[in-house]
């Protein structure tokens, strides 16, 4: 039985303003890490023990390398990263100030330029769990053509269906409404749908969490799985919800928490 877990998204450089309470245009120290969500719940499945695979792109330069050699390191089957000639890796800058102000600039390269015929549909039709947890890949362009075209392609060989349309404010500007769309035309796809207290709001447009539930099984969600920070995460069914508590633990400037909970569903 073949139990891979495939994430489909962007990898790419989060250059990390280490100076205190900095905004980018006054900080002049930054930490290179790997960064893109759907990267980060591969690597996590694989330390864990999990078979993980990732399908995206980056640059071939410095930065694809690194990339590929730190998933690679991880335990992390890389035969679907494409590194591509003609593109740079995605760069994305970020400082935090002390009120939590946060300050984003996001240079947007190889992401967004996958196809699908430069993948291995057979590895795809293999995969026993597909997670849909990319940032960037539903801003349009030819990511998003072969990130709608996997679903598909899931759907019918009866694959279950993770998905996360992990909103960031940042890069949907003047765009929320194509956003909301976007996200709802996924959830006929999905088993699974991770979504925050503020997506779920965004996405049915009810403040109301009950309400917003019903909207989200309507459009076609199974399983809805809905983070409340402290207070939990509320698991609903369509016909039954119970709430899961959080575990304290210790708060760290940069956030990767919706990553911990995805992988640690999967596992």
Known sequence: MNNS?????ELLIDFICSDVNSSLSA???FV????????NVTAAIAKLGGKALFAGKVGKDAFGVFLKDTLDQAGVDTSMLIMDDNSN???AFVSLKSNGERDFIFNRGADGLLKYEELEEKKIKASKIIHFGSATALLGGESKETYLKIMEVAEKQ???IAFDPNYRVDLWKGRTEEFIETSKFCMKYADLVKVSDEEIKIISGEDDLN????VLH?????????????EGTLISNSKDYTTVSSIKIKYYRFYRCRRCFCWSIFI
């Open 89 to 91: 890796t995605t760069l």
């Open 218 to 230: 309507k459009l076609g969600a199974k399983i809805v799985a809905v983070t409340l920070g402290k």
């Open 5 to 9: 877990i495939l994430c489909v998204g």
């Open 211 to 214: 309400k917003g539930l019903e």
């Open 32 to 39: 290179k890490k790997a960064g893109g969500a759907p990267a």
């Open 158 to 160: 009866n694959i279950f």
């Open 27 to 29: 900080g002049s120290n």
